[in-house]
């Protein structure tokens, strides 16, 4: 019985922990400088999002949570790939037109 308490206490500490680091990583996923850092911002919070919910599946005993836990880490990884073809093409269309601009002098 007290061995629950203490693990209880343990995963809200740990939850509430990731939920600050969760929103240090909204700032740098909003504030930038550099794409790179949005984008590994938001791989981070699905990381993050992943382990809250896996903590939470073990506090209230619920194995299904694990479940919702998997599949979001595959939507979060399909998601960052797509970030960044969209990146990528957005650096290649500026390159070019930066070829032209200078061809163009």
Not at 34 to 46: E, F, K, T
Not at 53 to 59: C, N
């Amino acid at each position: 019985m007290v061995i629950d308490s203490v693990y209880k206490i343990i995963y809200i500490s740990l939850i509430i922990a990731l939920a600050i680091a969760l929103f240090a990583c909204l700032i740098r996923a909003i504030k930038g400088p550099r794409i790179a850092d949005r984008i590994v911002a938001v791989n981070m919070m699905g990381t993050m999002v992943m382990v809250i919910m896996t903590a939470m599946s073990l506090m209230l005993k619920e194995d299904y949570l694990v479940d919702i836990s998997l599949i979001y880490a595959m939507i979060s990884f399909i998601a960052v790939v797509v970030i960044t073809k969209v990146y990528i093409g957005i650096y290649e269309q500026r390159r070019a037109a930066k070829k032209r601009k200078e061809g163009e002098e």
